[in-house]
C-alpha cells in the first residue's frame, strides 16, 4: 500500500522532547515536497514546517528555535525534532508527502500530548 506512516508522538511534559518519524518508504519514485502539520483538538490543519525548494528548513513563526525537520533519504524517514514542548504544541500530527504528478500523500498521524 502507498502511505506514510507516522509514529514517535506521546505524552512529554511541559519543556520536554519528542522526535516524530514519518516512514515514506513505500512511496513510488518522485522527488517529493516533505512537510509536518498538526490539528488540534478543535482547530484546523496547520503547517508546522517543511523544505523551500533549495531545501532549507522553513518553520511555523510558533515552533521556530524548538522544532527541527529533518529528512534521512537513505532510511526513508522524516524526523520532526520537537524540544521545549508548550502546553499549545499538543495536536494530532501529520506527515505529508507531495509529488507534483502522483499528488500528495498524508499519514494518519501520531497524537502528541503536553502535560503540565
Known amino acids: 500500500q502507498i502511505r506514510v506512516s507516522e509514529s514517535g508522538g506521546g505524552t512529554a511534559p511541559a519543556g520536554g522532547s519528542l522526535r516524530l518519524s514519518c516512514d515514506y518508504s513505500?512511496?513510488?519514485?518522485?522527488?517529493?515536497?516533505f512537510s509536518w502539520h498538526r490539528q488540534p483538538p478543535r482547530g484546523l490543519r496547520q503547517f508546522v514546517s517543511g523544505f523551500e525548494t533549495d531545501g532549507a528548513p522553513r518553520y511555523a513563526d510558533s515552533v521556530k528555535g524548538r522544532f527541527t525537520i529533518s529528512n534521512v533519504a537513505a532510511e526513508k524517514r522524516l524526523y520532526l525534532q520537537m524540544n521545549n514542548l508548550e502546553p499549545e504544541d499538543a495536536a494530532m500530527y501529520f506527515c505529508?508527502?507531495?509529488?507534483?504528478?502522483?499528488?500528495?500523500?498524508w499519514g494518519q498521524g501520531t497524537q502528541v500530548t503536553v502535560s503540565t
Open positions: 513505500s512511496l513510488l519514485p518522485c522527488s517529493y515536497g
Open positions: 505529508k508527502a507531495e509529488c507534483w504528478y502522483l499528488g500528495s500523500y
